[in-house]
């Protein structure tokens, strides 16, 4: 909790990213973006993670949360948390898989920051102050990344 997270490529959990590619086609960060976003924070010193995101269009079925009205999650995801922290992958989010499949598959380059604010396998609730710490890490980052890039 209150680490950072650069994304290098996104699982397509998502619907919105086959408006511009097939599922084939991989939601993959840019390289240039993703190298600034790590050294950037590395320059504020922030614990950084750089690895693979899981990007659902859903915050609950999509991220196989059962605490929702009827607790249903529907067969495809179930046991998907598991599965995907097996194969390496750090985190599930909801806007990846679009931003980099958008970008990559029309030669434009992106890259992903994102702060952890909870750990799912031990409580939901995020604290204030890590959260206001984390999304002003992430803001730095990204100053810092795009000032590299320019």
Not at 26 to 52: M, N, Q, R, Y
Not at 76 to 82: D, L, N, P, V, W
Not at 99 to 106: D, F, I, P, R
Not at 125 to 143: C, D, L, Y
């Amino acid at each position: 909790v209150g680490d950072v997270l650069v994304t290098t490529a996104s699982v397509r959990l998502d619907g919105a990213s086959l408006h511009f590619a097939p599922m084939e086609f991989p939601a993959v960060a840019d390289f240039a973006c993703t190298t600034a976003l790590v050294e950037a924070a590395k320059s504020i010193g922030a614990t950084t993670h750089v690895g693979v995101t899981a990007s659902s269009d859903t915050f609950y079925p999509g991220q196989e949360r059962y605490d929702t009205y009827s607790g249903r999650v529907v067969r495809r995801f179930k046991g998907s948390m598991e599965e995907w922290q097996a194969m390496g992958v750090m985190n599930y989010e909801m806007e990846s898989a679009t931003l980099l499949t958008m970008c990559a598959s029309q030669g434009l380059r992106a890259g992903m920051v994102a702060g952890v604010i909870v750990n799912r396998t031990q409580q939901e609730i995020p604290n204030a102050e890590t959260m206001k710490q984390t999304e002003s890490h992430a803001v730095k980052i990204v100053v810092e990344a795009a000032r590299r890039l320019l």
